[in-house]
């Protein structure tokens, strides 16, 4: 169960940055060529006797479930996308996975249209394309290192497309949303037609103010609130 078997592993989608001179890295942590990533936690809400990822915390390995999000969530700004295996304990997110063990599974350098010059030290000087070429060569060194496929993708690669599925996927996305608002709207109003119909029960709170009952005053009482604070103000 703990070690890469290519026929059971999942498969997810994420990119990455570069560590000079030729490793992968996400924040912090360096993906080492050869060797399977570990997940480890640094935010400790769970028990220390738990595996981790553990449901309801932030620790484990991320990948996206479609290679779209990955474009959709921002991440197409790394030095390098990708596919990755993800295996050992894997919990299913939101939006993709969060996995114990994870190694590349293949490694994708941007178009030059796509490509923009990173901060990274090795990129920093010369002319444009220059740069662009030591990119993709560095990018190509770094696929050497990991043994895995290398590929220059452009804005024809799923990443930055939608197929059906996922035109489908963001569909049903969008309609849980409008189901969503329309619930806690449908829940608001009916929350308000409570309290209407109690309050119609009560007799005025204050005689001689005029109001037919005592949610007549609520809402009187809240205009006047709303409207006072939308008075300018004296100066003294």
Not at 88 to 99: L, N, Q, S, W, Y
Not at 162 to 186: F, P, T, W, Y
Not at 199 to 208: D, H, M, N
Not at 216 to 221: L, P
Request: aromatic share 10%; glycine share 6%.
């Amino acid at each position: 169960m703990d070690t890469l078997n290519t026929k059971t592993a999942l498969v997810g989608w994420r990119g990455w940055t570069f560590a000079h001179p030729h490793f992968l890295t996400n924040g912090k942590v360096i993906w080492v060529p050869g060797e399977r990533l570990e997940a480890i936690c640094t935010a400790r809400w769970h028990e220390d006797h738990e595996r981790i990822p553990v449901q309801g915390c932030s620790c484990g390995i991320y990948a996206f479930t479609t290679p779209n999000q990955v474009k959709e969530q921002g991440y197409t700004n790394q030095d390098l996308l990708g596919e990755v295996y993800l295996w050992g304990r894997v919990i299913e997110h939101e939006r993709g996975f969060k996995a114990e063990y994870a190694y590349p599974k293949n490694i994708f350098a941007k178009a030059f249209e796509l490509w923009r010059p990173s901060a990274n030290a090795v990129l920093r000087n010369g002319p444009e394309k220059k740069l662009y070429d030591r990119y993709l060569l560095q990018s190509e060194y770094v696929a050497v290192r990991y043994n895995v496929p290398f590929q220059v993708i452009n804005t024809d690669h799923p990443i930055f497309t939608v197929d059906a599925a996922e035109r489908q996927r963001q569909a049903e996305e969008e309609r849980k949303q409008r189901l969503s608002i329309a619930e806690s709207r449908m829940k608001e109003r009916k929350k308000n037609a409570a309290m209407r119909a109690a309050a119609e029960q009560l007799p005025p709170t204050v005689a001689g103010m005029g109001y037919k009952n005592l949610w007549e005053q609520i809402e009187a009482e809240a205009e006047e609130l709303v409207a006072s604070r939308l008075r300018p103000r004296k100066k003294i």
